[in-house]
């Protein structure tokens, strides 16, 4: 297994920890608010949402926990085969774009078309006005998961795997495992982790 390392400044800058998390067990508002889908037509999270649940992924289109690094792999690459993994399971799983203070640059709506077009993504790829949803669940970094059940509680929320811990030694799928742990109706231990990422860029009131 190859490891990869960050530098410590990039870690530093970029990392966020758990503390203000919503708690597990919180519920989902399912309004039917629809939300500007960059990857299809636009959407619900009622819509979004399949008979077990829902992974909610806060994303972006240039973060290097994204997008990958020369020092790190880039989550991203994981999103289509989560959401397979996701939707054979009937789960649903869709990425949402907060970083409302980059919507006219990097992140418009624009922007993210292309993204979503350029590395090929399967799932819905959601805008975020004024970061309303991520502020709601107190969303901290992209990437940022939450895995809502069949009754909109929140069973997880965090990182999606170990990948940024450089001294790991073997990689632990968090989120895949919460998945597959809550379905056999086992713990899912850890029910939450630190999500590792850059900041949702939220616009100052």
Known sequence: MIKHFLLPALFFLFTI?????????????????????????????VEETKRNGIVLVFSCNTCPFVVGSKHFPGWENQYNELHKYANSQ??????????????????????????ANNVAYNMSYLLDKNAALANSLKAKTTPHVFFFDQNQKLVYSGSIDNLWDGKR?????????????????????????????????????
């Open 17 to 45: 920890f758990s503390i203000g998390q919503v708690a597990i067990g919180s519920s989902l508002e399912m309004s039917r608010e629809t939300f500007q889908n960059a990857n299809g037509s636009d959407a619900s999270l």
């Open 90 to 115: 009937d789960v649903g799983f869709v990425l949402v774009n907060s970083n409302e203070a980059k919507r006219t640059g990097d992140d418009s709506f624009k922007a993210m078309q292309i993204h």
């Open 169 to 205: 030694k073997k990689t632990k799928p968090f989120l895949r495992s919460a998945i597959e742990n809550h379905l056999k109706s086992k713990k899912i231990k850890p029910n939450a982790t630190a999500p590792k990422g850059c900041s949702i860029k939220r616009t100052k009131a």
